[in-house]
Nanobody, 112 residues
Framework: VQLQASGGGLVQAGGPLRLSCAGSGSTFSMGWYRQAPGKQRELVATISSGGTTNYADSVKGRFTISRDTLKNTVYLQMNSLKPEDTAVYYC??????????WGKGTLVTVSS
């Protein structure tokens, strides 16, 4: 299984940014996690093969996760970004056997 994430960068507070992650192999769910400097990795959002979504409270109403099943690609639309959203964002794929695969992170920096 390979995961290729893209879309990170520098954005001003209040601005939008979209991340994408293309995966290979069978997929039960896909999601995004993030890790800020000095902090543990935390869940941002996940989406199941059936379309069920789950969000961290800190991003509800601002971030939207979506998925293109045919392309096996997951997207994270991030709006109203805040400096505290600055982190390395990681894509994760969970296969039907319950095994997790992680992609390389993409850095999101939100300037105030």
């Amino acid at each position: 299984v390979q995961l290729q994430a893209s879309g990170g960068g520098l954005v001003q507070a209040g601005g939008p940014l979209r991340l994408s992650c293309a995966g290979s192999g069978s997929t039960f769910s896909m999601g995004w996690y993030r890790q800020a400097p000095g902090k543990q990795r935390e869940l941002v959002a996940t989406i199941s093969s059936g379309g069920t979504t789950n969000y961290a409270d800190s991003v509800k109403g601002r971030f939207t996760i979506s998925r293109d099943t045919l392309k096996n690609t997951v997207y994270l639309q991030m709006n109203s970004l805040k400096p505290e959203d600055t982190a390395v964002y990681y894509c994760k794929l969970r296969d039907w056997g319950g095994v997790d695969y992680w992609g390389k992170g993409t850095l999101v920096t939100v300037s105030s």
